[in-house]
Every structure is written in structure tokens, then in C-alpha cells.
């Protein structure tokens, strides 16, 4: 069975997958019912367990839920993730980045029936919930390069989140002027997310409200 929940994660659970489960003797009666630990309720009941467990805050019910203001000497003020979701580049400021991984198994969580949440991906050890931002935003992801796919891991005041990058380009250091007025779009929710566009390196990109998307995000957990 490939990982889904963390060792600390399994010491709560009691997973019994481990000792007469599919990982184990076997000697389990569901098994001949369900044939694999993943179709058992005793599993699902587990995962529906973690499930609640990443259920976070609302960003503006945080404890640090007012943005702190930017340090104009900073020079990580204005450092951001380039990266691509189908054909579109975004940036997005790079304090709400973890760090960037290659992409792991994802699993479905029971009895949540959500386009945008894939699922939960087990990443150094936790348990953390995957949202779609392809889904989210709209964006097709046909014909998409998996060589070139990358998990963007996000940090907010309650937690993490992942998501699928389809290319990074990097992180790159852009002055606030390099931003032109923010455009009017069809799309309601990327409307919301935009703060302006730019052009690097022969690519238009779309600035993204790193706050705005958070919580656009955090909703898609509910």
C-alpha cells in the first residue's frame, strides 16, 4: 500500500491495515468482503478522521489574519514564484511558499465529493489536503508535459496546502512598477484573484493576491 497517513498519524489511528490487514497477516474477515484495507469502512472511517483533522481556520478567523505590512527594504518584498497552469503564467509572492516537490500519489477522501479537492497527498510525513488550482481557476489542463509538474506547498496561518504546478520558472525578483493596472476578465474568480499583469522574459504574466487566493482556496475545503 503506498503511504497515505504518517506514522504519528497511524499511532492515533490504530491501523489495523498494518497487522491483519492488507500490510499484515491478512487474517482480517473484512478482507474477503472488501478484498483491499482502501474499500473497508474501518479505513475510510480513519481517513474520514484526518479528514477533519485539515478542516483550517478561516484565514480572517486566524490569529494573524491581518496582512503585515510590507518592508519596502525587504528584498523579499517583492521575490515571486513564476510558474505555469496550462498555457497562462502566474506569479505569486514567494513568502507563501514552503517549499516545491515533485509530484506524490494522491488520495480520494471518503464522502466528500469536491472537483477541486483531489484529495490528501502524503508530504514529508503529513497529511495535507491537495486543491486543484487548474479546477479552481478554469484552466484546461490537456496537454500538459508531467516531466515538468511540480507540487507548490503553501503555508497559511492554520496550516498547508498543495497544489500542481504544471512548469516552474522560478523565483524572481520584480520591482512593484513592473505591474500594469489590474484588467477586467470574464472569469468572476480570477477577476478577484488579479492584482495586475506583466510582461518577463516574452511571457504575460497575471499577479496573484496571495491572500485572495489562500482563502479562495481554504473555501474549497468546506
Known sequence: MDAFFSTEQENVLDPC???IGIQGDRSCDKLRRHTHCRNCEVFADAAARLRDQFQPLSWFDAPEAEAPEVNQQN???????????????????????????????????????????????????????????????????TGTDAAKARLLVLNHSSGHLVSQADEILGIHKLEPGFWLTKPNSSDQLLSQLTLGL????????TLLDS???MQAMLEELQ
Not at 471518503?110 to 490528501?120: K, Y
Not at 506583466?198 to 504574466?205: A, E, I, K, P, T
Open 211 to 213: 491572500q485572495a487566493l
Open 17 to 19: 491495515w498494518k497487522t
Open 75 to 141: 528584498p523579499d518584498a517583492t521575490q515571486h514564484l513564476l510558474f505555469r497552469l496550462g498555457a497562462q503564467w502566474f506569479a505569486l509572492p514567494s513568502r507563501v511558499l514552503d517549499f516545491i516537490i515533485s509530484p506524490v500519489p494522491v488520495r480520494k477522501v471518503p464522502n466528500r465529493h469536491s472537483a477541486t479537492l483531489l484529495g490528501v497527498c502524503n508530504v514529508r510525513g503529513q497529511l495535507l489536503p491537495w486543491v486543484s488550482l487548474h479546477k479552481m481557476l478554469k484552466i484546461d489542463e
Open 198 to 205: 506583466g510582461r518577463y522574459q516574452q511571457l504575460d504574466l
